[in-house]
């Protein structure tokens, strides 16, 4: 698959700094912590690929990722990042980079280090998607209108991992439920998580809100990342 790296950087911690023979610390510029740059890796691919070839490409080196050198808490915050930045939240990306404590020396995920010299590289297909991506034209991937089928659900207890807090939620909810159903019902619960600040992922994909629960096919008891954004009046402050 490639690009997926997780060592130890033998020369020295990701503040560029590295340590001669005789023991000296020299400042290499190359190795400095730089700010995220809000640049896309631009690309293309082979094989033309569709949206969901994309897709599976990248839950496959999510899945994998950390099962390589590493600690899977930066893997962890590296996936919330990058799709952070695909997504055009430019600021919440710069702020998981800096919360996990991990070092960019070229401003870019594509190849970093966490605080221990732990080194971390993402492909670029799960930063962005190919100038010659094919989008998927098949009906089924159409998100059903929740209003046509009014056939009860089944019951489900699903776990979401908020970005702003330490512990899951758990909630029973019906495979019939919309995303945006259950992002309000989440946002009745916690005060202040208003449902146009969720952003639900599951499986390296984002959760549109007129997707049900069952055609997310998400399984009882799984986890579903929520990524809370700041309120826009909070932003300019």
Known sequence: MGGCIGSQRDNGPPSGESSDVTGMVQHVSIGRNQPLKPE???????????????????????DTAPAFDGRKEIWDALKAASYAL????????????????ISLPHGTLMDCYDELGNRYQLPHYVL??????????????????????????VEQRIRFRLSNLSHDIKLQVCSTDTVLKVKKHISEMQVGVEPDRQRWFYAGRLL??????????????????????????????
Do not use: C, Y
């Open 40 to 62: 896309k890796p631009k690309w293309k691919s082979d094989v033309p690929l569709t949206e969901g070839q994309l897709r599976s490409k990248r839950d496959e080196f999510w």
């Open 86 to 101: 695909e997504t055009g939240d430019h600021a919440l990306a710069q702020a998981i980079v800096d919360g996990a404590s």
């Open 128 to 153: 962005s998607a190919p100038a010659n991506l094919i989008e998927d034209m098949n009906e089924g991937d159409t998100p059903p209108d929740p209003e046509a089928n009014s056939v009860p659900g």
């Open 208 to 237: 549109n809100d007129k997707l049900r629960i069952e055609d997310a096919k998400i399984p009882k008891n799984h986890v579903v990342q929520v990524i809370v954004s700041v309120p826009k009046q909070e932003t300019g402050s």
